[in-house]
């Protein structure tokens, strides 16, 4: 019985003495033993997925965005995803704040990545004008960031199937946010009512043939890092989980914790935590997560009609993880 559990649960907290990283396996296809290498695939659409990154480049940003840029130069058809807090510690103040320079375009400078990047808001971001990063829109060419939240889908190679994306705002589905005193002005103009008439609306479409539904928020259901059975967790949790049921959508996307992780709760939907643009965080095992690393870097997500490759890429240019979702 004791083996058996053992491999179900295989749990292997990775130390490296250099910089103390910390990775959790808890998926038993994943072989440990082999180097390994980065799957290009040239026939799908593909989304490179940071969060929590703005810093002025400090705390390993600059590195993960230059892994970042060697690593999307290999993918043709691809996009950036950020989940959020994407200006530390408190957002930004108008469309000529410094930081959309030092923590934004002189950071991920690279050619590769003067592509579409859509951005969705953090707790962080809404420490200042949310809506300013919304009319930075109009500044930068690849900034997409339309409204707090959003619908945008994405076409496929070789199908007339598409894929939808929508990014929401999940500050104000936190009831705690409308008393705390650096979010709550913010959230208080913000109606959560039609924010989720907009998403049943968005995700109940049937006019259009969806190969993949995706749900891309700030604030993860689950968690195997410290916010595992927190107030906000909790909250999305309550708030979204009957959503995602509901809808059958195939993934949620987030960011909020300083680490990377792929969560398999029971259902349909698969959980992936994209939050270590900069910073990192403690991990641990919970019975959900298959992979959890407190560990620098970013994911990519390689969509087709049926299959979806994610590739988990720590600040070394590492694949550190990798997984499919077939449908």
């Not at 083996?3 to 910390?22: G, H, V």
């Not at 300013?132 to 500044?139: A, E, L, N, P, T």
């Not at 609306?201 to 049937?206: I, Q, R, T």
């Not at 992936?272 to 970013?298: C, D, H, L, M, W």
Request: with cysteine; charged share 20%; hydrophobic share 35%.
């Amino acid at each position: 019985m004791y083996f058996r559990k053992l491999m179900c649960f295989i749990i292997l907290l990775a130390c490296c003495l250099s910089n103390k990283a910390q990775i959790i396996y808890q998926d038993t296809s994943w072989n440990t033993g082999i180097k390994q290498v980065l799957e290009v695939q040239k026939d799908a659409t593909h989304f490179i997925v940071i969060g929590d990154w703005g810093r002025n480049g400090a705390d390993h940003q600059q590195q993960v965005a230059e892994q970042m840029g060697k690593i999307a130069a290999q993918f043709n058809n691809r996009h950036i995803i950020s989940t959020g807090d994407n200006f530390y510690p408190q957002g930004v103040i108008s469309e000529q704040d410094p930081l959309f320079f030092f923590s934004f375009e002189n950071i991920y400078k690279d050619f590769a990545l003067q592509v579409d990047w859509y951005l969705i808001l953090g707790n962080h971001d809404y420490m200042a004008d949310p809506d300013v990063q919304v009319r930075y829109s109009k500044i930068s060419r690849r900034w997409k960031m339309p409204a707090r939240y959003y619908e945008k889908q994405f076409g496929m190679p070789g199908t007339k199937k598409k894929i939808l994306i929508a990014f929401i705002d999940t500050n104000p589905l936190i009831p705690e946010f409308y008393s705390n005193e650096l979010y709550g002005p913010n959230v208080k103009t913000q109606d959560t009512a039609k924010q989720k008439i907009w998403m049943e609306e968005v995700l109940s479409n049937k006019k259009e043939s969806f190969a993949w539904k995706i749900v891309v928020g700030h604030h993860p259901m689950y968690t195997a890092g410290g916010r595992t059975d927190n107030y906000d967790t909790k909250a999305i949790r309550n708030t979204l989980k009957p959503l995602l049921d509901k809808y059958e959508i195939d993934a949620y996307i987030s960011g909020h914790e300083h680490s990377l992780q792929y969560l398999k709760p029971a259902g349909k939907t698969h959980h992936f935590i994209s939050g270590a643009g900069s910073e990192r965080t403690p991990v641990k095992p919970i019975p959900e997560a298959k992979f959890a690393a407190s560990q620098y870097g970013f994911m990519i997500f390689s969509v087709k009609e049926n299959n979806c490759l994610i590739q988990v890429i720590d600040v070394n240019g590492n694949v550190i993880y990798r997984s499919s979702i077939t449908k």
